[in-house]
């Protein structure tokens, strides 16, 4: 079947790129790739990857391409799931006999739900779904398919589930599938280089952080893995397809969560000269990081959370705050740059337990900082909880996790910590962590150490103050 896989047009400068943990538009211009559609196109003979939101693309651009196809499968997430139907529809009017499928972890768990929302989706596809499109574009009748839930006779139907991909390396590599039909300078993030280009090494990851999306609803807690070999292989292949491309980020969830693989890819690496940085937890001896570190690693995105140990404890982190921090100093003596993810709103939260998050990050003094309200994404332990105990709006639907712009809204709010209080903690905290006498000598030394990156911060900052100011403006919930 002509196939297109199609991530839509959302709001302006949403990010629900795989690497989005939460889908939403940044403090500032922000895409991931397109990895989990990426993977099923290389699988796909000659089908056609459109990611719209980085190639700013509108409704407009992209119906036209439902007449040219015989099927289309959408990204879809929670937030955005209710425009996403609206593009299927479009689609649809344009091609009455265009097959729709959605994919992503708003369908894997609820998957009769979404079948529903609109006629204008035929199926949707479960668990990990490479190999399940992949039959699907092969014009296999949907009802013989693993892991398919799809409308037979009017009703609802639900086949059986997709075993997951236990032989990583039986995917074929996503560098080609980027190289045929995106633009690496269409993607950024913030704390890495420019342009830059991210591909999984394996899925899943091994800890139970309860407000976690992916290996709660299609990844899993066993890391599955590529070979080194293999991995070694697709990176000296990028090197060759982008030779502009700045760094290489591996987009594992925890890509340390198996150390010796992750030495023994930086050591297969070092001969290719390529600077890579990934995801990392604080809790990586210091053996490994200088290995990884001797080898090519610069920068680690590492998700400390919270600085309360009892919060930490909640949401089962599986780490220890002083530990976090050794490794904080670890990562420091080495030369290794941290970005620090911190999550505010989380069960347990206190007016007294953001103040002394505050005071942890500005202790363990990540490089730069992502601040998140507490997302309680539907398939998830946190989201369980927080309907049993009340912590979401009667009228909340999925849509509240975002704003009218697409940016994030504090879902829970708690008898003592209104949500409104959550959400404007979030702008007190980076104005606290960046506007410090030495945080902003150190970001100032860094554009007179790189030149290059001065008209980039100097973009990202102004987009950063205006966030700011917004953010203040924007209603809690709508
Ligand atoms: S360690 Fe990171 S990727 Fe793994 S479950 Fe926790 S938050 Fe998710």
Request: overall charge neutral; aromatic content about 10%.
């Amino acid at each position: 079947m002509r196939t297109l896989f199609l991530n839509p047009p959302s709001y302006q400068g949403f990010d629900g790129g795989a690497g989005a943990r939460y889908q939403a538009k940044r403090e500032i211009r922000s895409y991931w790739y397109p990895t989990w559609l990426a993977q099923p196109a290389a699988l796909v003979p000659d089908s056609l990857l459109v990611d719209a939101p980085p190639a700013g693309l509108t409704l407009a651009d992209v119906v036209p391409l439902a007449r040219q196809h015989d099927l289309v499968v959408l990204h879809t997430s929670s937030p955005t799931f209710r425009g996403d139907v609206g593009v299927a529809e479009a689609m649809k009017a344009q091609n009455p006999a265009l097959l729709v499928g959605f994919v992503g972890a708003k369908v894997a768990v609820e998957p009769a739900g979404s079948l529903l929302a609109s006629d204008a989706i035929d199926f949707v596809a479960r668990e990990e779904f490479d190999f399940t499109i992949a039959e699907v574009a092969q014009g296999r009748p949907l009802g013989s398919i693993d892991g398919i839930s799809y409308r037979d006779n009017g009703k609802v139907t639900h086949n059986a589930d997709r075993a997951m991909v236990e032989d990583m390396d039986s995917l074929p590599f996503v560098t080609p599938v980027y190289k045929r039909h995106l633009r690496a300078e269409d993607y950024s993030i913030g704390y890495l280089r420019h342009p830059y280009i991210s591909l999984y090494t394996g899925r899943g990851c091994r800890s139970r952080c309860t407000f976690c999306l992916w290996p709660q609803t299609v990844g899993g807690h066993r890391y599955r893995t590529r070979s080194v070999g293999n991995v070694v292989e697709e990176v000296e292949l990028a090197q060759h397809l982008f030779p502009q491309v700045k760094e290489l980020f591996f987009d594992d969830d925890t890509f340390t969560d198996d150390r010796p693989r992750a030495e023994a890819i930086a050591r297969g690496l070092a001969r290719l000269g390529m600077t890579w940085s990934c995801n990392a937890k604080a809790n990586v001896p210091r053996e490994t990081l200088r290995v990884l570190k001797d080898n090519g690693l610069r920068l680690v995105v590492v998700g400390y959370e919270s600085g309360n140990q009892q919060i930490l404890n909640n949401v089962k982190k599986g780490l220890r705050v002083d530990r976090a921090r050794r490794f904080a100093q670890d990562c420091r003596d080495l030369g290794i740059t941290v970005h620090g993810t911190f999550i505010l709103g989380l069960p347990g939260e206190t007016r007294e337990t953001i103040e002394e998050t505050i005071r942890y990050a500005k202790d363990v003094n990540p490089h730069t900082i992502q601040v998140s309200v507490a997302a309680p994404y539907p398939g998830t332990e946190m989201y369980q909880r927080a309907k049993e105990n009340g912590w979401l709006p009667d009228d909340s639907d999925d849509s509240a996790l975002v704003s009218a712009q697409g940016t994030q809204l504090p879902a829970l709010s708690y008898p003592h910590l209104e949500h409104t209080e959550i959400l404007n903690s979030v702008d007190s905290f980076y104005k606290r962590f960046y506007f410090r006498a030495g945080k902003l000598a150190e970001m100032s030394a860094e554009l007179f150490r790189r030149p290059d990156m001065a008209a980039r911060r100097l973009r990202e900052g102004a987009e950063f103050v205006r966030f700011l100011g917004r953010h203040a403006r924007t209603p809690a919930v709508p």
